[in-house]
């Protein structure tokens, strides 16, 4: 009980701090932060409401989030199926695993410089090439959590759907896909996160893209407000 008031305070806080900061003027935030507003307004909400693009920005977030998102949901636990049950006895696949979880270890700032020029020479400064650039930084982690997961469903289940007449991909939709729904939810979680937050990325992609309503997104509003302000 402790433990969970000290993770509730730990939410309430800076939630606390997110709502009465937002009605409050610069004067009143660098007079005492902690404070209630001695004046509340909404002046802050209708200057974000109603300059500089905001639902555009969401827009574009919301858009490429849940592309990247899908891509995850969908191409990753194909990519790891193969690998979890041929790296055992095929050399290509057990490479090929060894590949990706030594892709882990690289970071993102020294893969970034190399990747946004590729998707300079190609054209992808857009939101397309976010999305491709997501799905390709999330590929390798990715990939390894769902090896590891795919390694405790046991492989009897298949061996019965193929004995039942089942092709590969219905052993793998009907069968395997549906087990992988806790993992496929920690996916999601994980980078959904860091896709909606990511300012570097967007910061080198969309800020160089030929189209202007494609330039923004939540992010980037915020860091437009933060210079303003502070």
Not at 40 to 61: C, D, G, H, M, Q
Not at 146 to 175: C, H, M, N, Q, W
Request: proline letters at 6%.
């Amino acid at each position: 009980l402790v433990f969970l008031i000290l993770g509730l305070v730990c939410v309430l806080i800076p939630f606390y701090l997110v709502v009465i900061t937002s009605l409050k003027d610069m004067q009143q935030v660098s007079r005492n932060f902690f404070a209630l507003p001695v004046h509340p307004s909404l002046k802050n909400y209708i200057t974000v409401l109603t300059e500089k693009n905001y639902f555009r920005a969401l827009f574009n977030t919301v858009v490429i989030t849940g592309c990247a998102l899908l891509g995850c949901i969908v191409f990753l636990p194909m990519c790891a199926y193969p690998i979890s049950r041929k790296m055992g006895s095929s050399r290509l696949f057990k490479i090929l695993y060894i590949v990706m979880v030594a892709g882990i270890f690289i970071p993102l700032p020294v893969k970034m410089m190399p990747l946004v020029s590729l998707m300079s020479r190609a054209k992808l400064m857009n939101p397309l090439g976010m999305v491709l650039l997501y799905l390709g930084s999330a590929t390798c982690d990715g990939v390894y959590l769902f090896v590891g997961y795919l390694a405790s469903i046991p492989k009897e289940l298949e061996e019965a759907a193929y004995i039942d007449g089942a092709r590969t991909p219905d052993v793998f939709f009907r069968v395997i896909y549906p087990l992988l729904k806790p993992m496929i939810s920690t996916i999601v979680i994980k980078n959904g996160l860091w896709f909606w937050n990511d300012y570097l990325l967007p910061s080198f992609t969309l800020l160089h893209c030929s189209w202007t309503g494609l330039r923004q997104n939540i992010i980037l509003i915020i860091h437009w407000y933060l210079r303003l302000f502070y």
